[in-house]
């Protein structure tokens, strides 16, 4: 979660400007409340929080004060309430160390107790204050702070964390990262130095990056730079460069990202198509393997679900689907030969990381699907695939979830050596697809007429059941309206007992094998007075509302998603509520 971003040695002298516009672009990680530091050219220390979103300006003292370093923190709370006392960043009892964080520190309450007794004094509720007058403390008999003392106080804390701290007496910043993400961008021409959560942040300033390794330790003084390894020796940065289209960055035409996202994916699944070469050479490596699992965290984990029933269907081979923070408790029947096909947008789920490391201990190999070169799952698999989905700036997933699908669909039809059938599928899927996004109309009618309710239901049997799960997902999202999906089998064994007079039902129906047994369970929901939505190609005298959507074999997830996407949307905005950045959630999810 969280997001941080640092510039420092700014020719232009606009640091606090540059941060604040910098935090705006990882809100995603984190919108509960968000601080500032700066070192303005006289000496003085400028130090902002809020609470809540970022606003679009703040008091022009603060952003046009001539700075040449400044620290930032868009916040997402685990340790102590939304307040301005808890927003970063921290500082020790001087307040000459200052301090920003992402993940949690496991051990706090106890390095808490012992700082006390020392008589240190705490100002907020947070695990990440202990950090400061830790250093503090440390620093009381050392003539300058070394990497061996940095490493000291880091090597007390439990947990996976990533810090920058800043020393505005000494000009001084350093970073340091356990499995949560921190990237390093320098722009050469104008000498600045950036430090972010996410290269999204800086692309706009600097394309030459770098990604910390664990246990790293990166340190920026008088317009110099050192990174030293986990052994304590300096070693030197082979940078990458990374290009980003701005365009992909903006909103254009729509008013919410989440729409805009949704509206993207036809392209998307087009570009997939044209990556035969990638996806057979990504196929080879999984015949070979004894053993596949899936495994992600919400949206990621209903696709690894979908990929179980496309590799048992249409490649006739056994893969299992676990939630990623719990198949680190079922790492135990891994072989070498195993492959964990791991599923992630950011590519920095700490959940993802965690059992990935517990992979490699056990020596099975392990093939990233992700959004983000250059992430921490991107640089730990042995074989990797982009989504090449463009930044996804919404909080919620749409068309990272598409793209997923769409790979596993190839992925499966290359196992069974058809390709082409599984292109044939897809470019079927974008048709309909495409039909879906321009006649959104009828489904605003329906988000209109379903908006005052307090509970959706959406059921589907096979490929379908993931569907209603992702679909559920995406309603409670952002709409806060609950909702839940079902199989549609599961329907008699309890979850019927919850239909009453127009309980709304979306019944998701191909036309495949599990048409007719759909359809009998929408009759049983009916017979109970539920409102029925049905999906299909084909139309039912027991649908209240029926969308057709064109058969499309096993492409038929992606239109049908698309529809509960859009219902989503627009049961959000027609409640007055923000589709992007939902309340308690945010983009990237770095802690435990």
Known sequence: MCGIFAVYNDKKQKAFQTVFQGLKTLEYRGYDSWGIIAKKENGEILLYKKTGKLPPSVDKNYLLAKSRFALGHTRWATHGGISEKNSHPHFDCQKEIFVVHNGIIENFSQLKKALLKKNHQFTSE????????????????????TPKILQSVFKKIKGLNAFIVFIPKINLVFAYKNSSPIVFGIDEKNQQF??????????????????????????????????????LKEKSIKFIKITQNQERLSLGKYPHFTLKEINEQPKIIENILTQEKEIKKLAAVIKKSYDNFFIGCGTAYYACLAGTYLFSKIAKRHASASIASEFSYLVDFLKKESLVIALSQSGETIDIISSIKKVKEKQAKVFALTNV??????????????????????????KSFTAK??????????LKNDFN??????????????????????????????????????????????LALESALKVKEISYIHAEGFPAGELKHGVIALIEKNTPVIVFNPEDETYEDTLSSAY??????????????????VYDQFIRIENCQEGNIIPYVAFSQLLAYYLTVLTKKDPDKPRNLAKSVTVK
């Open 126 to 145: 947070t695990d990440t204050e202990v950090i400061a007058h830790l250093l503090e403390e440390n620093l009381k008999n050392e003539k300058t702070l």
């Open 194 to 231: 950036f430090l972010s959560s996410d290269y999204g942040g800086i692309i706009s300033y600097t394309k030459k990056i770098y990604f910390l390794e664990d246990e790293e330790i990166l340190i920026i003084k008088n317009k110099k730079f050192s990174l030293y390894d986990k052994d």
């Open 373 to 398: 070169l250059g992430s921490t799952l991107y640089r730990m698999s042995d074989y990797k695939m982009l989504l090449n989905a463009g930044p996804e700036k919404s909080v919620v997933a749409t």
């Open 405 to 414: 699908i769409a790979i596993l669909i190839l992925l499966a039809y290359t």
């Open 421 to 466: 059938q599984g292109k044939i599928s897809l470019e079927k899927a974008i048709d309909e697809l495409k039909k879906v996004l321009t006649n959104s109309s009828k489904i605003k009618k329906i988000a209109d007429l379903l908006k005052d309710h307090h509970h959706l239901f959406f059921l589907g049997r096979g490929l379908s059941y993931p």
């Open 524 to 541: 049983e929901v009916k017979a109970r007075g539920g409102y029925l939505i049905g999906l299909s190609s084909k139309k039912d005298q």
